[in-house]
C-alpha cells in the first residue's frame, strides 16, 4: 500500500480505505455500476468494516 500510494500520491490512510472496495460482492458492484444504490449505501459505510463475507455484505445493504 506504501508503494501505491507513493506513486498515485495519496497517503496510505486513503489506500486502505479505497483497496476495501475491491473485496465488495458482486451483487453489489453490479448495483453501483447499474445506478441502483440503497440510500444507505454510502461510500463511508463501504470503507468502514464491512464483512468479508459476500452474503453479510448482501445483507447490509437490502
Not at 14 to 34: D, E, H, Q, T, V
Amino acid at each position: 500500500m506504501k508503494e501505491v500510494a507513493r506513486q498515485e500520491n495519496v497517503s496510505q490512510r486513503y489506500i486502505a480505505g479505497i483497496i476495501k472496495l475491491a473485496f465488495l460482492s458482486p451483487s453489489i458492484m453490479k448495483k453501483i455500476a447499474n445506478g441502483n444504490i440503497p440510500h444507505d449505501m454510502t461510500l463511508a459505510r463501504l470503507k468502514k468494516n464491512i464483512p468479508h463475507d459476500w452474503q453479510e455484505q448482501e445483507l447490509l445493504f437490502k
